[in-house]
């Protein structure tokens, strides 16, 4: 007798990650992803516009359907949506050390960056100007539009999906939140459930590399017991080394919305404290602005400045590790869950729906703060267009791109 169509399969899971035989090694993982975070500028929704045009178009790492799932799963989660979408992807590539490889890579470049501006070295972004910046703002434009075309096509093939789309992108420019952001990607699954039900089912591959559900668990029940242990060892201490951990941990696990909301929180955890003058805390904020890669690097300034041991390197090195850690271990512990419930029939009519409320949310996006922050006038819509038009028709790789649209904004600058 066949099984029902909406049943799980029970054939048994190994409890340990046992990736399949693969073109990728740890090494190329680690560079492909320093690459990018070398060149990711424009924030978490531009970066989600890299990885996209990286796995699912370049290398063809997981189709489009999938990179949308998962893109939707970490944005419904707290913590760096994209370092979480890059460190599923390492995962699925070459395991855990896969996840390891993909979260240094794309992090080390801005950690790095900004490091070397708290201990003083970067002395010459002055004259530099801030037409490269503008530039890179700029490029970020186009990067993003890219994803929004191909992702719109395929995600909201249909009239039904793409009003839904627009409708999302309405409501996210309305209610500019986490809480907005959670309520309409649960709108999406809802509206797909009810309304997407006789849709072609979206087709699922499995990532070459799987946890189980047992290895999930542990994962899960260690971010939540150090969300309960760490207080308790920060005030029976009272050890600054491990309060400082505590803290951003805490503010790890519990941010949603991304980057630019985490700035804010911990600047209320930090200066307060005495941690980081507000000066110091402020100077960094606009230094986080100017580097690629996730925003949550702006932790390892403040380690590095901070007014209490650990500090330096060693301090830098902790409170990166301590921000991050909370979205490592929920990729693993959520991903195993994730994969189960993604097999029913009826959640795929939900992913549909789920999918069509990303896509509005990129397109929320686009308009702000990507288009707002960066077009500005006549120039500017130029060189966006003309990124745009390398990108999509001349087939120019996107850090070329880059590099050509920091000369171009440090050249408009000038004149």
Same mark, same amino acid.
């Given at each position: 007798?066949?099984?029902?169509?909406?049943?799980?399969?029970?054939?048994?899971?190994?409890?340990?990650?046992?990736?399949?035989?693969?073109?990728?090694?740890?090494?190329?993982?680690?560079?492909?992803?320093?690459?990018?975070?070398?060149?990711?500028?424009?924030?978490?929704?531009?970066?989600?516009?890299?990885?996209?045009?990286?796995?699912?178009?370049?290398?063809?790492?997981?189709?489009?359907?999938?990179?949308?799932?998962?893109?939707?799963?970490?944005?419904?989660?707290?913590?760096?949506?994209?370092?979480?979408?890059?460190?599923?992807?390492?995962?699925?590539?070459?395991?855990?050390? %896969? $996840? *390891? &490889?993909?979260? #240094?890579? /794309?992090? +080390?470049?801005?950690?790095?960056? !900004?490091?070397?501006?708290?201990?003083?070295?970067?002395?010459?972004?002055?004259?530099?100007?801030?037409?490269?910046?503008?530039?890179?703002?700029?490029?970020?434009?186009?990067?993003?539009?890219?994803?929004?075309?191909?992702?719109?096509?395929?995600?909201?093939?249909?009239?039904?999906?793409?009003?839904?789309?627009?409708?999302?992108?309405?409501?996210?420019?309305?209610?500019?939140?986490?809480?907005?952001?959670?309520?309409?990607?649960?709108?999406?699954?809802?509206?797909?459930?009810?309304?997407?039900?006789?849709?072609?089912?979206?087709?699922?591959?499995?990532?070459?590399?799987?946890?189980?559900?047992?290895? %999930? $668990? *542990? &994962?899960?029940? #260690?971010? /939540?017991? +150090?969300?309960?242990?760490?207080? !308790?060892?920060?005030?029976?201490?009272?050890?600054?080394?491990?309060?400082?951990?505590?803290?951003?941990?805490?503010?790890?696990?519990?941010?949603?919305?991304?980057?630019?909301?985490?700035?804010?929180?911990?600047?209320?955890?930090?200066?307060?404290?005495?941690?980081?003058?507000?000066?110091?805390?402020?100077?960094?904020?606009?230094?986080?602005?100017?580097?690629?890669?996730?925003?949550?690097?702006?932790?390892?300034?403040?380690?590095?400045?901070?007014?209490?041991?650990?500090?330096?390197?060693?301090?830098?090195?902790?409170?990166?590790?301590?921000?991050?850690?909370?979205?490592?271990?929920?990729?693993?512990?959520?991903?195993?869950?994730?994969?189960?419930?993604?097999?029913?029939?009826?959640?795929?009519?939900?992913?549909?729906?789920?999918?069509?409320?990303?896509?509005?949310?990129?397109?929320?996006?686009?308009?702000?703060?990507?288009?707002?922050?960066?077009?500005?006038?006549?120039?500017?819509?130029?060189?966006?267009?003309?990124?745009?038009?390398?990108?999509?028709?001349?087939?120019?790789?996107?850090?070329?791109?880059?590099?050509?649209?920091?000369?171009?904004?440090?050249?408009?600058?000038?004149?």
């Amino acid at each position: 007798m066949s099984a029902p169509k909406n049943s799980i399969s029970q054939a048994p899971q190994p409890d340990i990650l046992k990736p399949i035989p693969m073109r990728s090694s740890l090494l190329s993982v680690f560079w492909i992803f320093l690459r990018l975070g070398s060149t990711s500028f424009g924030g978490p929704i531009a970066h989600l516009g890299y990885f996209r045009d990286e796995f699912v178009h370049r290398r063809k790492w997981l189709t489009e359907h999938a990179y949308a799932d998962l893109v939707a799963l970490c944005q419904f989660l707290p913590g760096p949506a994209s370092s979480q979408v890059g460190i599923a992807l390492g995962l699925g590539r070459c395991g855990v050390l %896969g $996840a *390891v &490889a993909a979260w #240094l890579g /794309f992090t +080390l470049p801005s950690a790095v960056a !900004l490091v070397l501006f708290a201990l003083g070295v970067a002395k010459f972004s002055d004259s530099l100007g801030a037409g490269w910046l503008h530039g890179l703002k700029v490029v970020a434009v186009a990067i993003v539009a890219q994803a929004l075309l191909a992702m719109g096509r395929t995600l909201c093939p249909d009239r039904v999906r793409a009003t839904f789309a627009v409708v999302a992108a309405i409501i996210a420019i309305t209610f500019p939140s986490a809480l907005g952001q959670m309520a309409i990607i649960l709108s999406g699954g809802i509206f797909g459930r009810f309304l997407l039900q006789k849709s072609d089912e979206v087709p699922h591959v499995l990532p070459p590399a799987r946890l189980s559900r047992f290895s %999930g $668990a *542990v &994962a899960l029940a #260690l971010f /939540f017991g +150090l969300l309960v242990l760490l207080p !308790l060892a920060s005030k029976l201490s009272r050890e600054p080394a491990i309060q400082q951990f505590e803290t951003f941990y805490r503010v790890g696990a519990m941010v949603f919305g991304g980057g630019h909301v985490v700035l804010p929180l911990l600047q209320a955890e930090v200066v307060p404290h005495g941690w980081v003058s507000n000066d110091a805390f402020l100077a960094g904020y606009g230094a986080a602005q100017a580097v690629p890669g996730p925003l949550f690097t702006f932790v390892s300034y403040l380690g590095a400045v901070s007014s209490v041991q650990p500090s330096g390197l060693i301090g830098a090195t902790s409170c990166l590790v301590a921000v991050f850690f909370p979205a490592f271990l929920l990729i693993v512990g959520v991903l195993p869950f994730w994969e189960c419930l993604r097999r029913y029939t009826d959640m795929q009519s939900v992913m549909q729906g789920i999918n069509a409320s990303v896509v509005g949310l990129l397109l929320a996006a686009f308009y702000n703060p990507v288009w707002t922050s960066a077009i500005h006038g006549g120039s500017d819509f130029i060189l966006a267009a003309t990124a745009f038009l390398l990108l999509v028709f001349w087939k120019v790789a996107p850090w070329i791109i880059v590099l050509l649209s920091a000369v171009v904004g440090t050249a408009i600058a000038s004149l």
